[in-house]
């Protein structure tokens, strides 16, 4: 069953397949408003036609070109070409504003592909426990999880404790907007319908950081980057020696198994395991202040987790039947298409199945490996392209994604007012990622908060008395005086090298 599962994936057709599936998801990933959710949907049609394995090989080859491609744009432009990318922008940008660019893409695909592999073989070898353990989780265990993901606001606060948690009340504020859940109660809607199913991730995300990014670039006069500025990309091999993948091992392995871990957990997925990531790394390293100047660490970081997630989503998938996120909501989808139900069973009665998936993913890996190094001279000469140019390009394109995600103009609407807000924000020194870590996490917390108080008949004592639920609030509680420390620490230094004057930002 091994042999023939493997087999069914070694042959020129579905290795195309595979091929052609992940060059258009590192499309797809690159393109700010187009997702790896948004290619495996507009192919999933194109699997009717197929065999069920090739079908699968294409959708995988989708949605781990999807992933990785999202780097692109991140290092580049300082442009999450999606959700998973945004931690990517943090240090990625910098360097190749640097004149590494060479460098940051070389690190940041070698290690999307390394986080992929070790989801891989989590997914392959310890997949049935892990899921099963996951499945256990109680909605007092998700909320706990979820406040202890939150306290991460401080953490990305950068330097300004205060402007870090107004930012995550806003996201958290935006999040609030909508039918409430469990009962469908509409608050903050005004009367208007259009509001009733609240904002989308999509236009907020790329509102704030592709809109916004495109009129504080228009500020700049001028300016395509010229050919000195982007000389430093012809490199050797990835751009990095082998001293410095050795001393990236830790944090490699780390980020991998929280990208994995994150991955399992339903609904919560690659956009935020890449900062829940980048944080950790920040957290653990001995010079954190050099994080957001241009570090590997925090590439490494950010592309591990995110590329790790993959491998994390599908565990429960294939074992239970339970989507980790909305790519494998659409894998979910296209196996069943094709009469293939998963689950505990599926590895009993179509155990061949199982096997492609996992070698399909392999292949698909590898694929993106290839593609993105023989491509990385390719995407950096796309910084050559003067900006006004480019940003024209990459608008229309904002503005069909937001279009094409729901097919409604009013999430245009919403990328241009949260393009707007964004802009304010960068000018007023707020940060953007609480903003969207408050987003994505309020509605989860709020769902799992309601729900317990449900199963408790109103009583908070389970939130305290459920030992997974103690644990990650106990976590949380002594991550938020650690950042909260830090914070302090920082602004302190920061106040004895400006003569005083640091204390002004707080």
């Known amino acids: 069953m091994l042999l023939t599962g493997i087999l069914a994936v070694l042959n020129i057709k ?42 699968i090989s294409l959708l995988l080859g989708l ?22 990318s945004i931690a990517t922008t943090f240090d990625g940008h910098p360097m190749a504003a640097k004149g590494e660019a060479g460098k940051a893409l070389g690190i940041g695909i070698v290690y999307s592909f390394l986080g992929g592999l070790i989801s891989i073989l989590i997914l392959i070898f310890v997949s049935p426990p892990l899921a099963r353990i996951a499945l256990k989780f109680s909605s007092y265990d998700y909320f706990s999880i979820t406040v202890f993901a939150l306290t991460m606001i401080a953490s990305l606060s950068q330097g300004s404790l205060v402007k870090g948690l107004i930012a995550g009340g806003i996201g958290v504020g935006f999040s609030l907007v909508g039918v409430a859940p469990l009962d469908g109660y509409p608050r903050f809607t005004f009367g208007v319908h259009v509001l009733d199913g609240g904002f989308g991730l999509l236009p907020l995300l790329i509102g704030l950081y592709a809109v916004g990014e495109i009129l504080k670039n228009s500020e700049r006069k001028g300016k395509a980057i010229t050919k000195d500025e982007i ?43 890449n900062i829940v990531a980048y944080i950790t790394a920040k957290n653990q390293s001995r010079h954190p202040e050099k994080f957001g100047t241009g570090i590997m660490d925090g590439i490494v970081a950010s592309e591990s987790a995110n590329n790790a997630s993959v491998g994390g989503a599908l565990v429960p998938l294939l074992t239970l039947g339970i989507p980790g996120d909305t790519v494998t909501a659409m894998l979910l989808g296209g196996l069943m298409i094709h009469g293939i139900r998963p689950g505990p069973l599926l590895f009993t009665t179509n155990g061949y199945i199982v096997y492609s998936i996992f070698a399909a993913l392999i292949v698909a890996n590898v694929a993106m490996l290839i593609l993105e190094f023989f491509g990385m001279r390719g995407f950096v000469r796309l910084l050559a392209i003067p900006r006004h140019i480019l940003f024209s390009i990459i608008m229309m394109l904002c503005v069909v994604g937001a279009y094409a995600a729901n097919n409604r103009m009013f999430d245009v609407i919403c990328l241009l007012v949260f393009g707007l807000a ?85």
């Open 14 to 55: 579905t290795l195309l397949l595979i091929f052609i599936g992940v060059s258009i998801g590192i499309i797809f990933g690159a393109i700010p408003g187009m997702t790896a959710t948004m290619a495996v949907a507009l192919c999933l049609p194109i699997t009717f036609g197929l065999q069920p394995i090739n079908g």
């Open 63 to 84: 949605y781990i070109g999807g992933i990785s491609g999202g780097l692109i744009t991140a290092i580049l432009l300082k442009i999450p070409g999606t959700p998973a």
């Open 422 to 506: 964004g802009y304010l924000l960068m000018k007023l020194k707020f940060p953007l990622p609480p903003v969207v870590l408050g987003f994505i996490l309020g509605p989860i917390a709020e769902l799992n908060l309601r729900r317990g108080l449900q199963l408790s008949d109103g009583s908070y004592l389970p939130f305290i008395q459920k030992p997974i639920s103690i644990i990650f609030l106990s976590v949380a509680l002594v991550s938020l005086i650690v950042s909260i420390r830090n914070n302090f620490k920082e602004t302190k230094m920061l106040s004895e090298q400006n003569g005083g004057e640091g204390s002004v930002t707080n």
């Open 231 to 273: 000389a430093d990309y012809r490199i050797r091999g990835f751009g990095f020696s082998p001293k410095e993948f050795a001393q990236q091992t830790i944090n490699w392995i780390r980020s991998s198994l929280i990208g994995t871990g994150i991955g399992i957990l339903p609904g919560i997925g690659g956009s935020t395991s």
